[in-house]
């Protein structure tokens, strides 16, 4: 049986012996298996010992694997940083680079680049993972590794975008969004760029694009919602009241939402 590594080492062959234990080829993932295994036994051999037997099994297992797989994940993840720094590809020739390509791609290291760039965003969101330049700066590294390996990759340019968002590189979110709407047409990437070009002061062309969202995907709340805040950011506060008061007629605002229309109404009552 083959198990596949979420690195760019060579798959690792695994031999199945007695009691179907796994034994790996690699002995640094042998040893990562063995950790766990311990970890797993000791933490039961504690409660028992301190008499919690009974309520091993309300333990949340799960969060427990989770914040182990983590930490693999960060070990493996600085190891590829360090082979990063030491090996650079584009110093070879071009034939054994374009090889070298084909080869990541038959293994579909684009799909383990772009998890693990994944599970970073999904631990800054669950602040698991410090909210800091760094670990966005990763993300765009893994999502750029995946897209050299497969330049189609719809997820990669996406989420390589929602990280230059949160670094407030703005203009170079909406390119990367550009690239994603031509690999899939996407009603919530180009409510995205319209966001992004409010937040760029771009006000008509903000304008502009939601008013294509609602021509073409009647998405009416969404796009008279980000109408709404153009014109709050502009101190059209009348136009801005008037977009929420339509916007709130077709669903219930977001607490955001009811927030800026809240001091839209306040800077109303001063004119």
Same mark, same amino acid.
């Given at each position: 049986?083959?198990?596949?590594k979420?690195?760019?080492w060579?798959?690792?062959?695994?031999?199945q012996r007695?009691?179907?234990?796994p034994?790996?080829?690699?002995?640094f993932?042998?040893?990562?298996?063995d950790g766990?295994d311990?970890?797993r036994d000791?933490s039961?051999?504690?409660?028992?010992?301190?008499?919690?037997?009974?309520r091993?099994?309300e333990l949340?297992?799960e969060?427990?694997?989770e914040?182990t797989m983590n930490?693999?994940?960060?070990?493996?993840?600085d190891?590829?940083?360090?082979?990063?720094?030491?090996?650079?590809?584009e110093d070879?020739?071009?034939?054994?680079?374009?090889?070298?390509r084909?080869?990541q791609?038959?293994?579909?290291?684009? =799909?383990d680049? +772009?998890? #693990?760039?994944? !599970?970073?965003m999904a631990r %800054?969101?669950?602040?698991?993972? &410090?909210?800091?330049?760094?670990?966005?700066?990763?993300?765009?590294?893994?999502?750029?590794?995946?897209i050299e390996i497969?330049?189609?990759?719809?997820?990669?340019?996406?989420?390589? =975008?929602q990280? +230059?968002? #949160?670094?407030e !590189?703005?203009s170079?979110? %909406?390119d990367e969004?550009?690239h &994603?709407l031509?690999?899939?047409?996407?009603?919530s990437?180009w409510?995205?760029?319209?966001?992004?070009?409010?937040?760029?002061g771009?006000?008509?062309?903000a304008?502009d694009?939601?008013?294509?969202v +609602?021509d073409?995907?009647?998405r009416?709340?969404?796009?008279?919602k980000?109408?709404a805040?153009?014109?709050?950011?502009m101190?059209d506060y009348?136009?801005?009241?008037?977009?929420?008061?339509q916007?709130?007629?077709?669903?219930?605002?977001?607490?955001?939402?009811?927030k800026?229309w809240?001091e839209?109404l306040?800077?109303?009552?001063?004119?």
């Amino acid at each position: 049986m083959l198990m596949k590594k979420s690195e760019d080492w060579e798959d690792i062959e695994v031999k199945q012996r007695k009691a179907d234990r796994p034994f790996f080829e690699s002995n640094f993932i042998q040893q990562i298996y063995d950790g766990i295994d311990y970890l797993r036994d000791e933490s039961r051999e504690v409660l028992r010992e301190l008499d919690l037997e009974s309520r091993i099994d309300e333990l949340d297992l799960e969060e427990f694997a989770e914040n182990t797989m983590n930490q693999i994940d960060d070990i493996l993840d600085d190891i590829s940083r360090f082979k990063d720094s030491v090996f650079d590809k584009e110093d070879l020739p071009d034939d054994v680079r374009h090889h070298y390509r084909n080869t990541q791609e038959y293994f579909n290291r684009d =799909a383990d680049y +772009l998890r #693990r760039a994944k !599970r970073k965003m999904a631990r %800054i969101n669950a602040k698991d993972l &410090a909210d800091e330049p760094d670990n966005y700066e990763r993300i765009i590294e893994l999502c750029d590794k995946a897209i050299e390996i497969r330049p189609d990759s719809f997820d990669a340019y996406e989420l390589k =975008a929602q990280a +230059l968002v #949160r670094l407030e !590189r703005y203009s170079e979110a %909406i390119d990367e969004y550009v690239h &994603a709407l031509a690999m899939k047409d996407s009603v919530s990437i180009w409510l995205e760029i319209a966001n992004l070009n409010r937040l760029n002061g771009n006000f008509d062309d903000a304008l502009d694009l939601y008013d294509f969202v +609602l021509d073409k995907y009647r998405r009416y709340a969404d796009a008279k919602k980000g109408k709404a805040r153009v014109y709050f950011d502009m101190g059209d506060y009348a136009e801005c009241d008037n977009m929420f008061k339509q916007a709130n007629n077709i669903e219930n605002l977001d607490e955001e939402s009811f927030k800026i229309w809240s001091e839209c109404l306040q800077q109303l009552q001063k004119d």
